[in-house]
């Protein structure tokens, strides 16, 4: 078999090797996940509780291991990498919470006996993840689709094998059954191969393009639940408030995670006034502040790489293409003297007037909008095929209420970064931001499906519906 490699996008150092499943391999893999399927779905919900706690004891003991994989591999610090264990630590909990309240059995008495309603599982889910937060993001994913009694066939992003595979043994030591949950590696084609096979569902993270292409090759297999959860071109609104505290809002939401978060906001939304004028000023003398480095280096870096070499080429393009239809740079995105080519500064641009595509450009590049009026803001930060997220910096009520109402977005925040989520909340988006199936809390709505049931003990009681309406 062919050899998949994951490198340190900081260093260019190997971080892993394995082989590239193909699709024989992967089919195979399948049809380990259907045979094991019937018995654990069959199995008590608490059984399977049980085994997502291992799973979580595992991680818990392995924490500060798995963190130093995530980062090898993305180049993000250990700061956020550690957060990311916790973040998967964590869902265990919040999921099983969620399965009991979203996907477990009720009952209510009725004259003729009860009724009843329980959720099944689908089948075996196949589950892409992405290569930003290559554990969290599947992870909201698996833990749900195995405590509904689906079982899993996992294929991580082809530039984060390793901490795919570090899940993929956590699960292992957890001692789920043979088949339960398996993990295929590859890029492309084995993807292809995975998504063309049996499934009975496909649980993505991933980009707007991935997304649309998903929606159209499962059109006409309506019997695969699709749960997409995809990028945006993220707003923010700066209207009034302190200067300082407001940048901050602001290199938050489009910085963090060298701006390799779907949530990200893209696009600084502010008045034209002498206001707008000083905040744009604050947030470029902000981000000239930010640390830049690798993941290991003392003291920590607030950012790395991006994930790529070739990721970072693609951003200086797109950046330049705004450049050329008339935005303004605040801010050069260029990379950084002394360290490999996937590291780059955050770079701000001034694009008020201009006509600029309406697309996600996944690195720490803002797009400064000025308006003369809060209606222009309104209808600024709704002109996007998106609707991730969105966030309003303002100490007025009034806005905040109106800004909230009108946003079409799926999470609005106020004062607040637009990346900050509550995985005790649902997580998803509208139009090209997903398919109105969101995850986090919610995900237990697309792992299983409902079933309503009319029950009673005997046949009794029936043929009485019917005295009187009978001939003979």
């Given at each position: 078999?062919?050899q998949?490699?994951?490198?340190?996008p900081?260093?260019?150092?190997?971080?892993?090797e394995?082989e590239?499943?193909?699709?024989?391999?992967?089919?195979?893999?399948?049809a380990?996940?259907h045979a094991a399927?019937?018995?654990w779905a069959?199995?008590?919900?608490a059984?399977r509780v049980?085994?997502a706690?291992?799973?979580k004891?595992?991680?818990?003991?392995?924490?500060?291991?798995i963190?130093?994989v995530?980062s090898r591999?993305?180049?993000k610090p250990?700061?956020?990498t550690r957060?990311?264990?916790?973040?998967?630590i964590?869902?265990?909990?919040i999921?099983?919470?969620?399965?009991?309240e979203?996907?477990?059995?009720?009952?209510?008495?009725m004259?003729f006996?009860a009724a009843?309603?329980r959720?099944r599982?689908?089948?075996?889910?196949?589950?892409?993840g992405p290569f930003?937060?290559?554990?969290?993001?599947?992870?909201?994913h698996?833990v749900p689709a195995?405590?509904a009694g689906?079982t899993?066939v996992?294929?991580?992003s082809e530039m984060?094998?390793a901490t795919?595979q570090?899940?993929a043994?956590?699960?292992?030591?957890?001692?789920l059954?043979?088949g339960?949950?398996?993990?295929?590696?590859g890029?492309?084609?084995?993807?292809?191969?995975?998504v063309a096979?049996h499934?009975?569902?496909?649980l993505f993270t991933?980009?707007?393009g991935?997304g649309?292409?998903?929606r159209r090759?499962?059109?006409?297999r309506?019997?695969v639940?699709l749960a997409l959860?995809l990028?945006?071109?993220?707003p923010?609104v700066?209207w009034?408030?302190d200067?300082d505290?407001?940048?901050s809002?602001?290199?938050?939401?489009?910085f963090?995670?060298t701006?390799?978060?779907c949530?990200?906001a893209?696009r600084?939304?502010v008045?034209?006034?002498?206001f707008?004028t000083a905040?744009?000023?604050?947030?470029?003398?902000?981000?000239?502040?930010v640390?830049?480095?690798?993941w290991?280096?003392t003291?920590?870096?607030?950012?790395?790489p991006l994930?790529?070499?070739?990721?970072?080429?693609?951003?200086k393009?797109r950046f330049?293409e705004l450049?050329?239809r008339?935005a303004?740079v605040i801010?050069a995105?260029?990379?950084v003297?002394?360290?490999?080519?996937?590291?780059?500064t955050?770079?701000?641009?001034?694009v008020?007037g201009?006509d600029?595509p309406?697309?996600e450009?996944?690195?720490?590049?803002v797009?400064v909008?000025?308006?003369?009026?809060?209606?222009?803001?309104?209808?600024?930060?709704n002109a996007?095929?998106?609707g991730?997220?969105?966030?309003?910096?303002?100490g007025?009520?009034a806005?905040?209420d109106r800004f909230v109402?009108?946003s079409?977005?799926g999470?609005?925040?106020r004062?607040?970064?637009t990346?900050g989520a509550?995985?005790s909340m649902?997580?998803g988006?509208?139009g090209?931001?997903g398919?109105h199936r969101?995850?986090?809390y919610?995900?237990a709505d697309y792992?299983?499906y409902?079933?309503?049931?009319?029950e009673?003990?005997?046949?009794?009681?029936n043929?009485?519906?019917?005295?009187?309406?009978?001939?003979g």
């Amino acid at each position: 078999m062919s050899q998949l490699q994951s490198f340190d996008p900081a260093s260019g150092a190997l971080v892993w090797e394995g082989e590239i499943a193909d699709a024989e391999a992967v089919n195979a893999a399948l049809a380990r996940a259907h045979a094991a399927f019937p018995a654990w779905a069959a199995l008590p919900v608490a059984a399977r509780v049980e085994a997502a706690q291992r799973f979580k004891a595992v991680l818990e003991s392995r924490k500060d291991a798995i963190a130093e994989v995530i980062s090898r591999e993305t180049g993000k610090p250990l700061w956020e990498t550690r957060t990311e264990l916790a973040s998967m630590i964590g869902k265990v909990g919040i999921s099983i919470a969620s399965q009991a309240e979203r996907a477990g059995e009720k009952r209510q008495d009725m004259p003729f006996g009860a009724a009843v309603l329980r959720h099944r599982p689908h089948g075996v889910m196949a589950v892409l993840g992405p290569f930003n937060f290559p554990g969290h993001l599947p992870n909201g994913h698996i833990v749900p689709a195995l405590l509904a009694g689906n079982t899993v066939v996992f294929k991580p992003s082809e530039m984060t094998p390793a901490t795919g595979q570090a899940m993929a043994d956590a699960w292992a030591e957890a001692g789920l059954p043979d088949g339960v949950f398996q993990i295929v590696h590859g890029a492309r084609a084995t993807g292809e191969a995975l998504v063309a096979a049996h499934i009975d569902g496909l649980l993505f993270t991933g980009s707007a393009g991935a997304g649309a292409h998903f929606r159209r090759i499962f059109a006409d297999r309506p019997d695969v639940i699709l749960a997409l959860e995809l990028g945006g071109n993220n707003p923010l609104v700066v209207w009034d408030g302190d200067l300082d505290e407001a940048a901050s809002v602001v290199v938050q939401s489009s910085f963090i995670t060298t701006g390799q978060r779907c949530s990200c906001a893209r696009r600084l939304i502010v008045p034209d006034t002498d206001f707008g004028t000083a905040l744009v000023d604050a947030v470029a003398a902000l981000a000239d502040r930010v640390t830049i480095g690798e993941w290991h280096e003392t003291p920590e870096p607030w950012f790395g790489p991006l994930i790529s070499v070739q990721a970072a080429e693609a951003a200086k393009a797109r950046f330049a293409e705004l450049v050329e239809r008339g935005a303004t740079v605040i801010r050069a995105f260029e990379g950084v003297q002394g360290r490999s080519g996937a590291f780059v500064t955050p770079g701000i641009l001034d694009v008020t007037g201009v006509d600029v595509p309406d697309e996600e450009i996944f690195a720490p590049i803002v797009q400064v909008t000025r308006v003369p009026d809060f209606d222009a803001a309104m209808a600024a930060a709704n002109a996007t095929r998106f609707g991730l997220s969105a966030g309003l910096v303002s100490g007025d009520d009034a806005l905040w209420d109106r800004f909230v109402l009108e946003s079409r977005a799926g999470v609005v925040n106020r004062n607040r970064p637009t990346t900050g989520a509550a995985g005790s909340m649902p997580f998803g988006g509208l139009g090209d931001s997903g398919n109105h199936r969101p995850s986090a809390y919610y995900a237990a709505d697309y792992c299983a499906y409902p079933v309503a049931s009319f029950e009673a003990e005997t046949v009794a009681g029936n043929s009485g519906a019917l005295t009187g309406k009978l001939s003979g």
